[in-house]
């Protein structure tokens, strides 16, 4: 009782982080649009663009794109091939499964770790046009890195779905159909 109480805090700390993560995300995803438009529309109506505005859509793109990586480990919609998985028996997919939130969460720690050291190493030095610490493109890697890590570790331990839990039967049936009847 106690255990099934402690993972129901632990997974709406869990998805909390998931919203704030989406949210941020789409923040990035829309100040980055407007900044492109906004670049591409004075760039050819009056010839003139700001000299912030690639290294903010750039940083804009950096964040995006690790935070995603992290909602992807999240929602175990990260890159995984499920042909490969479907040849394997099912007691043996769970064990797979196992072994990839193993990797995932190695690539995690790799991502905090070196991404701290790139962070420190250019904490000092500023962006040409905007005057902002370089560190603020490379700060992105070790907090993705860290989510990743304890989304992997969760998953690991069944307290998060992952695609052992959550894989559609009917799908992969369809899939084996599919390939007898090319055979």
Known sequence: MKKEKNEGKIKSVLNLSEQLISYLAMIFLV???????????????????????DEVALLMMIWFGFLGMALGVKQSVHLSIEFFMSLFPEKYQGYIYKIENILVGVFGWYLVKYGWQLFS????????????????LFIALPISGAFILIYSIFQFFGILENKSSIVDQSALEEDNEILEEGN
Not at 126 to 135: F, I, K, N
Request: no cysteine; glycine share 2%; hydrophobic share 45%.
């Open 121 to 136: 190493r250019s904490i000092t030095t500023v962006l040409p046009a905007t005057q902002w610490s370089r560190g603020l």
């Open 31 to 53: 100040v980055m649009i407007i900044i492109v438009s906004t670049t591409v529309f004075t760039r050819y109506t009056i010839n003139f663009t700001f000299r912030w505005t």
